[in-house]
C-alpha cells in the first residue's frame, strides 16, 4: 500500500470521528481549546490503537487467510464503507438531533464515543496486517489525521452545526470502499 492509499485510508477511518467530534462542538454550550484536544487525543489514541489490535489479530490468523488477502481487504473495508453510508442514511433519514447530552466533553462519553468510532478501525488492522503493511507507521498515521482532523471538526461543529456531520461519513464511507476495490483489483488481476 502506498502512501496516498494509506493517506486516504486513515481520512477513511477517521471520518466517524470528525463527524462525531463536529456533533460535540455542535451539542456543547461552550467549547474550549481543552474540550477540542481532549476529544482528538481520545479519538486519535482508540484510532491508532484498534489496527494494532486489529494487525494481531491478522497475523494470528495469517496463515489461513493469506491466500485471500484482496478477498478479505475488499470485504472488511466494502463492509465498513457501507455500513457508514447505510448509517449516513439512517441519520439523514430521520434528521434527529443528536444532541441529548450537554457535558458531551466528560471522560466517560468520549472514551465510549472514541471505542464506539474506531471499531472499524479494528477491521483495518486485519487488512493490514495481511497486506504485510508497516503497523506502527500506519497506525501512527491513523491516529495523527484522526486527532487533527476531530480538532477541526469540534470548531467547525460549534461553528456550522450540522451541515458537514453526515457528508463527512458519506465521503469517508465512499473512500473506504474504493480502497478495497483497488486492492481487490490490483491483487486479483495485476
Aim: glycine letters at 8%; one cysteine or more.
Amino acid at each position: 500500500m502506498d502512501l496516498l492509499t494509506l493517506i486516504l485510508l486513515a481520512l477513511g477511518l477517521s471520518a466517524d470521528a470528525f463527524a462525531v467530534a463536529v456533533t460535540n462542538g455542535m451539542c456543547s454550550d461552550k467549547v474550549t481549546k481543552r474540550h477540542a484536544v481532549m476529544t482528538a487525543f481520545t479519538f486519535g489514541f482508540f484510532q491508532a490503537l484498534m489496527p494494532v489490535l486489529g494487525f494481531i489479530l491478522g497475523k494470528t490468523f495469517y496463515d489461513v487467510i493469506c491466500r485471500y488477502q484482496h478477498w478479505v481487504a475488499l470485504l472488511l473495508l466494502g463492509a465498513i464503507g457501507v455500513n457508514m453510508l447505510a448509517d449516513t442514511y439512517k441519520e439523514w433519514k430521520s434528521k434527529e438531533t443528536a444532541c441529548t447530552n450537554r457535558n458531551i466533553f466528560n471522560a466517560k462519553n468520549l472514551v465510549m464515543q472514541g471505542i464506539a468510532t474506531s471499531i472499524d478501525a479494528l477491521a483495518a488492522g486485519v487488512s493490514i496486517a495481511v497486506l504485510n503493511i508497516n503497523i506502527l507507521s500506519a497506525a501512527l498515521l491513523i491516529g495523527l489525521i484522526t486527532f487533527v482532523l476531530c480538532i477541526i471538526g469540534v470548531y467547525i461543529g460549534k461553528k456550522f452545526g450540522s451541515l458537514l456531520e453526515l457528508r463527512a461519513k458519506l465521503i469517508g464511507g465512499i473512500v473506504l470502499i474504493l480502497i478495497g476495490l483497488k486492492i481487490f483489483v490490483e491483487n486479483q488481476f495485476f
